[in-house]
């Protein structure tokens, strides 16, 4: 399957939102670097982390076990079931936040990568 993918920091200096409708399609158009912005493949008995990680990419992670919330993304389109046992708050999994590190798409998809720190989502970590 086939993930899209786009570094939050660029939604934050563009002055977009995560909820925009059009917010890939700006992105295809924005010229932006492969590290922010892109698409891959991700194997099967791949993680979504891994995967960016054979791509050659640095995303956030620190336990790789679903324990600290440093991986989390926000998945705009597609799905990609969380194992039954992680640490985010049902409320963000509702909103589709995902720990990158213990979860694979299965289907294509969409996803906003490093949304750790932004407010929608630390608010709801602490
Ligand atoms: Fe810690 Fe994913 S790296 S939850």
Same mark, same amino acid.
């Given at each position: 399957v086939e993930v899209q993918y786009l570094n939050y #920091?660029?939604? +934050?200096? #563009?002055?977009? +939102?995560l909820d925009d409708d059009d917010l890939f399609e700006k992105a295809a158009d924005g010229g932006f670097d492969p590290e922010d912005y892109g698409?891959?493949?991700?194997?099967?008995?791949e993680s979504?982390?891994?995967?960016a990680e054979s791509e050659g990419y640095a995303w956030p992670f620190a336990c790789r076990g679903g324990a600290c919330t440093n991986c989390a993304v926000a998945v705009v389109e597609g799905?990609?079931?969380s194992p039954q046992s992680h640490i985010l708050p049902q409320?963000?999994?509702?909103k589709g936040i995902r720990l990158s590190c213990i979860v694979a798409p299965e289907t294509d998809a969409k996803i906003v990568y490093?949304?750790?720190h932004i407010p929608e989502v630390h608010d709801l970590l602490l």
């Open positions: #920091e660029i939604i +934050a200096d #563009e002055g977009w +939102a698409r891959f493949h991700v194997a099967e008995n979504l982390l891994e995967a799905e990609m079931p409320e963000l999994h509702d490093n949304v750790k």
